[in-house]
């Protein structure tokens, strides 16, 4: 099956600071990048929806100036957590949807970010 | 209001024994649905994708069924194993021009030895 690969796995940084995370389709091109947010125990809320060349479209209530997602290429789409505070802590996925896959979903392994 | 409501939201069972795990959606227009499992501090990975005229589909020890009727579904696992334990999420894709994807709560499994 298709991969999609996620780094970093997991980062701390200081509040105040801009963190980037990456998702890499390795073997497939993807058309449409998802990016959500998962706390404890719960599960994935999705932040916003991603076409290649295109900008991406925030669910109600996510910032888009915090939250800023970059899908420049059919292979790679970024999620840059801007001024990082401690209740950005969360675990962020990625998944992709991409031509030859028809329904199916792949998705990162996962970053999970804690905020000092 | 779409939505997708799993029960339980945890289920402690032994190795060995098999259990059934819900799934009610409240989706329209209805395109599909799928089973995740997730293991903890990892990315969902596929079960199961069900569309509306499918009533079961099965992955090795994983049954999933359908109801398109009542909108339910349950997945069914058999045989359980210690590897097993992970959260299982069902979602509903939304028939829409666009990608939109109900999450289900989840069901916390846990096998025991």
């Known amino acids: 099956g298709a991969v999609v690969s996620q780094h970093p796995s997991r980062v701390i940084c200081k509040s105040g600071t801009s963190v980037k995370i990456e998702c890499r389709s390795l073997d497939f091109q993807a058309t449409t990048m998802f990016w959500y947010r998962q706390f404890p125990k719960q599960s994935l809320m999705l932040m916003a929806t991603s076409n290649e060349g295109s900008k991406a479209t925030y669910e109600q209530g996510v910032e888009k100036d915090k939250f800023l997602i970059n899908h420049a290429s059919l292979t790679l789409s970024t999620l840059t957590v801007t001024s990082a505070h401690p209740e950005d802590s969360s675990f962020y996925i990625c998944?992709?949807?991409?031509?030859?896959?028809?329904?199916?979903?792949?998705f990162g392994s996962g970053t999970q970010l804690s905020v000092l | 209001k779409n939505q997708v409501e799993q029960s339980p939201q945890s289920l402690i069972i032994l190795e060995g024994k098999n259990c059934t795990l819900q799934?009610?959606?409240?989706?329209?227009?209805?395109?599909?649905l799928r089973w995740y499992k997730q293991d903890t501090g990892r990315g969902p990975v596929s079960l199961t994708i069900m569309t509306f005229s499918e009533n079961t589909k099965s992955n090795g020890r994983y049954t999933a069924t359908l109801d398109a009727d009542t909108k339910q579904s349950s997945l069914h696992i058999t045989a359980s194993q210690l590897s097993d334990s992970a959260s299982y999420i069902c979602?509903?894709?939304?028939?829409?021009?666009?990608?939109?994807?109900?999450f289900g709560t989840g069901t916390r499994l846990k096998v025991l030895a």
């Open positions: 979602v509903v894709r939304v028939a829409s021009g666009t990608y939109k994807y109900i």
């Open positions: 799934c009610n959606y409240t989706v329209s227009p209805f395109s599909n």
């Open positions: 998944s992709a949807r991409g031509q030859g896959f028809g329904e199916k979903l792949f």
